[in-house]
């Protein structure tokens, strides 16, 4: 599922997310036929938040990944 290349972090991350959004799914699942007491609905609500926090943090990741790329193909060019 992930990409090698990728930093560890991110990795976790994106291993976080599909965890994160298979319960979501699963408990939608569920809420159709039996609908969702008030501890489910706060549980999916913090999962929600933290899927967002996630989403945030991958974009970080990549973005810091892109200027280290950049910075070392600057630094590899410095020379010629």
Known sequence: ??????????KILLDEL??????QSKALGLAVFVGMSPEEQAEFEERAKRI???CLLIKDC???AMAMKQSRHISLNAGD
């Not at 992930?2 to 972090?9: A, R, S, T, V």
């Not at 599909?18 to 319960?23: G, I, M, P, V």
């Open 1 to 10: 599922m992930n990409d090698p290349g990728l930093p560890e972090q991110q």
């Open 62 to 64: 990549k973005a810091i």
């Open 18 to 23: 599909a965890f994160l959004s298979e319960q």
């Open 52 to 54: 967002h926090e996630v």
